[in-house]
């Protein structure tokens, strides 16, 4: 088995790797395709909540 055929060569590599990038672009469009017709999702965004520190002293 030679290195040109490890991955089944060229063409079939660079196949491979366009359908990839047409597969991302097709997901990517259809997310946000559903969130223009649904809006954003519901409830806060856990981005924008602040952190609670768990290490938090006590001052008695």
């Known amino acids: 088995m030679s290195s040109?055929?490890?991955?089944?060569g060229?063409?079939?590599l660079l196949t491979v790797?366009?359908?990839?990038?047409v597969v991302t672009l097709l997901a990517a469009a259809a997310t946000?395709?559903?969130?223009?017709?649904?809006?954003?999702?519901e409830g806060p965004s856990p981005y924008d909540a602040p952190s609670i520190s768990t290490?938090?002293?006590s001052s008695e």
């Not at 040109?4 to 089944?8: I, P, T, V």
């Not at 946000?32 to 999702?41: A, E, K, S, T, Y």
């Open 4 to 8: 040109s055929d490890l991955f089944g």
């Open 10 to 12: 060229p063409k079939r």
């Open 17 to 21: 790797a366009a359908v990839i990038v």
């Open 32 to 41: 946000l395709l559903v969130r223009h017709i649904l809006g954003p999702p």
């Open 55 to 57: 290490t938090q002293t």
